[in-house]
């Protein structure tokens, strides 16, 4: 069983940053994959988490959405069995719910995704 606590969300200016942490008391996390994804206001619960990244348990494998390349970073530290969420050059389209996610493998899909933090609410405002 993983279970997973995010923290670092707030309210930011437009421009601004903030890094959110994903923190698992599991010892075996280290060799999970964890993926990033997150819920927009408005956003009906039943549909799909949106992908914002993903690594696999060694951060060799990093995978970005679109919308966010360049502009956030995804990262851990296995020996504190956080990963991280580096946000920067905020947007008011990235205000959301933002979720870490952790499987076995890295991949872009909420579904594949067995086990899931509470989620941490980022506001971003113009």
């Known amino acids: 069983q993983v279970q997973l606590v995010e923290s670092g969300g707030g309210l930011v200016q437009a421009g601004g940053s903030l890094r959110l942490s994903c923190a698992s008391s599991?010892?075996?996390?280290?060799?999970?994959?964890v993926g990033w994804f997150r819920q927009a206001p408005g956003q009906e619960p039943g549909q799909e988490r949106k992908?914002?990244?993903?690594?696999?348990?060694?951060?060799?494998?990093?995978y970005y959405a679109d919308s966010v390349k360049g502009r956030f970073t995804i990262s851990r530290d296995n020996a504190k069995n956080t990963v991280y969420l580096q946000m920067n050059s905020l947007k008011p389209e990235d205000t959301a719910v933002y979720y870490c996610?952790?499987?076995?493998?890295?991949?872009?899909?909420?579904?594949?995704?067995?086990?899931w933090g509470q989620g941490t609410q980022v506001i971003v405002s113009s």
């Open positions: 992908f914002v990244a993903a690594m696999n348990w060694n951060g060799r494998i990093r």
């Open positions: 996610a952790a499987d076995q493998e890295p991949t872009m899909r909420s579904d594949d995704y067995d086990y």
């Open positions: 599991g010892r075996t996390f280290s060799s999970y994959a």
